[in-house]
């Protein structure tokens, strides 16, 4: 099937960084994005690879590695507010949709 | 960047009854707009894709009929959830996509459904 895998949860403490992984278990994805969500509102949009390698955003970087069918998302210097679910997506090959990642829930403590 | 807007945004009925959910598209003309639903601390689960003048297109397991989906001009979409029961109770979502590829996409604020 077409899935993306994510840690379930990730810890840490404020200043720190911090890597989400999300891995892919189909014949492909064009593509991967990442998502914030917080508690009880919408998606929005963070970091999108379509090439291999880093991409960076401010506090926020994101990775791709097709041939490894895997990517991250880093976040720096972190703070109370990047408390939140964090989710990867890829369009599957030839589909113009979005699928999503299992999510990683952060909580970041001061 | 395109702005969607959602309504209700939160909505509570009785077991039986249907419910409509609309997603507008503020600035953005949206020929396609995607419906997602998400229970909770879960994913989203992409529902269907909503085409402007045309049937939607439903994901594998989805029922149609219970979820009805009218997209009948570019900035409007609405999602109706039949004969709701409480296993329907979940946080619905529209989406839209401004760019030309499919990774990016903008949500509206969502419906957080309830049924009893």
């Known amino acids: 099937g077409q899935s993306l895998e994510q840690p379930s949860e990730v810890t840490a403490v404020e200043g720190a960084i911090v890597q989400i992984n999300c891995t892919y278990q189909?014949?492909?994805?064009?593509?991967l994005s990442w998502y914030q969500q917080h508690d009880g509102g919408a998606p929005t949009f963070l970091s999108y690879n379509g090439l291999d390698g880093l991409e960076e955003t401010g506090r926020f970087s994101s990775f791709l590695s097709r041939s490894d069918s895997y990517g991250y998302l880093l976040l720096q210097e972190l703070q109370m507010k990047d408390s939140a679910s964090y989710f990867c997506?890829?369009?599957?090959?030839?589909?113009?949709?979005?699928?999503f990642g299992t999510g990683t829930r952060l909580l970041v403590s001061p | 960047g395109a702005v969607v807007s959602q309504h209700p945004s939160w909505v509570i009925c009785k077991s039986g009854t249907s419910v409509k959910i609309e997603c507008r598209s503020l600035d953005f003309q949206a020929t396609t707009m995607f419906w997602y639903r998400q229970f909770p601390k879960q994913s989203l689960m992409l529902m269907a894709t909503s085409n402007e003048g045309s049937k939607a297109t439903y994901e594998q397991g989805v029922e149609k009929d219970k979820f009805l989906i009218n997209h009948a001009s570019l900035t409007l979409s609405t999602l109706t959830v039949t004969s709701a029961h409480p296993e329907d109770s979940s946080f619905y979502i529209c989406?839209?996509?401004?760019?030309?590829?499919?990774?990016?996409?903008?949500f509206g604020a969502g419906s957080r459904l309830t049924v009893l």
């Open positions: 189909t014949s492909g994805f064009y593509g």
């Open positions: 989406s839209v996509q401004p760019g030309s590829g499919a990774n990016v996409l903008t």
């Open positions: 997506a890829g369009p599957p090959t030839g589909f113009q949709k979005l699928v």
